[in-house]
């Protein structure tokens, strides 16, 4: 077992294929139980791997300070990273829809570096954007095949209502931007990607978001095509080895992080459990408050990589 673990952190395309395979099995889960398993299930990875790759942002940060300053760096850090979070609840509190934008765009360039990050050639203006549409892409996506049950939770944290169909318009323009500026780094020989495979990976994406439901359909894509190789970046970078020693370092590092987060949303949950609406709002606007300073930071890491 811990063999085939270390096997499928060390081989990036090996590593994908299995993403395929989990994929599959878990477009076969989808199919055979029914939307409130499927949450449930989607509940258990985000909490753990999905809240795991993003809670050694601290440690990433003071990966390059010295002994006799770590302490300072970690509050300063800290502080930074509190900051940031209090800044958008700030926004999303004043006005929510465009805090909701700029909260799907930096995802988006976040999803989409840290998919295309190994097969740029050349960093550049452009190759920026292609992140950026490409995440996008993923996410209107998913807006898209869940059209009626996105609208509401939309409006329920914007107070702003959109049409359905908006989203099928959304993800049209995204999907068109992603394929011409793909098509103009591939001839400018900028980009070192297997165009079929890219767009293979496009299709059973969508198959997977029109199958699932709305949470599993999500967990599926953050957990194992994004989380997964975000994590192995990490390792890479914070101990400049991807194995099982490795992994091990970096769950014990970020553990207590992981916790404090765990403990947050349950005072949260507890809270605000007996009001669905507010609870749903107030989890989604602290998920994507805390999500801008680790996007922030796996940036830079990208940039050092």
Known sequence: MFNFIENFLNKTNGMKNWILVGTFFCLWLATNFSSSIQS??????ILTFGILHGANDINIMLRESSASTKKKAFWKNLGLYLITIAL????FLVHPLSALALFVLFSGF????????KKILKTSLWANALYTLYGTTILTMIFFAKAQEVAPIIAQLTHTQIAPSLFEYAFLFFLTATGLLYATLYMQKNINAHTIKEAFYLVVL???????NLLWGF????????SVGSIRDQL????????LKA????????????LVSILALAVVYHFFRHNDTLLISVLLYTLAAITFPHIIVMSRLEKKS
Do not use: M, N, S
């Open 40 to 45: 449930y299930f989607a509940y258990t990875l």
């Open 88 to 91: 958008i609840l700030g926004l």
């Open 110 to 117: 976040h999803f989409g570096e840290q998919h295309f990050k």
């Open 206 to 212: 969508f198959v997977v978001f029109k199958t699932a």
């Open 219 to 226: 967990c599926i894509y953050f957990v194992l095509w994004h």
């Open 236 to 243: 890479q970078f914070l101990y400049g080895k991807v194995d």
């Open 247 to 258: 992994l091990k370092r970096y769950v014990k590092a970020c553990f207590p992080y992981w």
